[in-house]
């Protein structure tokens, strides 16, 4: 049973696209693909070399103009994805500006549309493709606490962060997308599911190393674990559902956060 157990986590010649493989999670994801036999194609706006064993591809999902005409392009070349995850972080350079108080239209829409917007035509594009070819795929998006709960303004007292407004949002959109997928995809096999993290040691709004000293004390004295999570922590979650171990897991927020939602 064990045995079998083992043999259901690997990936091997599976298909694996990740989306923003380069980035801070994406490129645990990566690693840990190839560590259970996975054939990875990263996707991503810049190279990184994280291994000579994957495949890269540059492509930029906040151009929605030319989404689905990039995106098939990369269909043909490589073929339909077994499994497909996006770590990807579109977003605005004026993405620090928008909290409730600093927030225009304009921004909040354009965020919307190159974040969500981009996360959800993708994941349909592959769902539909993986039924085309019947495929029995996987199809997993990197989300977070805030799509399920309040931003909790406390962690940000005598910090220069502060909430953000279309965050919430996307993330809370893109969650209900994930069951309604679930729901729509499930009848052909096609399993869609969501990966909620907290906080993360080095992480914050899509870049790395931008946390403040009393943000991480206000965090880790609220969360019942006490410390912040980590990028291999996340990437661990992700590869299991990946995974034929994880085959009757559908439509679901799992959720890789010290226990955050729980208080």
Not at 103 to 119: A, C, D, G, P, W
Not at 133 to 140: A, D, E, T, V
């Amino acid at each position: 049973m064990f045995k079998n157990y083992l043999n259901s986590i690997k990936l091997t010649n599976k298909k694996v696209y990740i989306l923003g493989g380069c980035g801070l999670i994406g490129s645990k994801v990566v690693k840990n693909i190839l560590s259970v036999g996975g054939q990875v194609i990263i996707l991503d706006i810049k190279k990184k070399e994280i291994s000579k064993n994957v495949k890269y591809e540059k492509f930029d999902c906040s151009k929605l103009k030319t989404l689905d005409k990039n995106f098939n392009k990369i269909l043909k070349k490589f073929g339909c994805p077994d499994i497909f995850i996006n770590c990807s972080y579109p977003k605005t350079s004026d993405w620090n500006q928008c909290s409730f108080n600093k927030i225009t239209l304009q921004r909040m829409t354009k965020n919307v549309e190159i974040h969500m917007n981009s996360y959800a035509w993708l994941a349909k594009m592959v769902a539909d493709k993986m039924v085309k070819n019947k495929i029995k795929g996987s199809i997993i998006s990197l989300n977070s606490i805030y799509g399920l709960l309040g931003q909790d303004l406390n962690i940000y007292e005598k910090t220069s962060m502060t909430e953000n407004m279309p965050y919430t949002m996307i993330k809370g959109g893109l969650i209900n997308l994930t069951r309604q997928m679930a729901s729509y995809y499930g009848r052909f096999g096609v399993r869609v599911n969501n990966i909620c993290s907290g906080g993360l040691t080095g992480h914050i709004a899509g870049q790395s190393n931008k946390q403040e000293k009393q943000f991480i004390r206000h965090y880790e004295k609220k969360v019942p674990l006490k410390r912040l999570g980590n990028s291999e922590e996340v990437a661990n979650v992700v590869t299991f559902v990946a995974s034929d171990a994880a085959s009757y897991i559908t439509g679901s927020n799992i959720l890789v956060d010290g226990g955050w939602t729980i208080i």
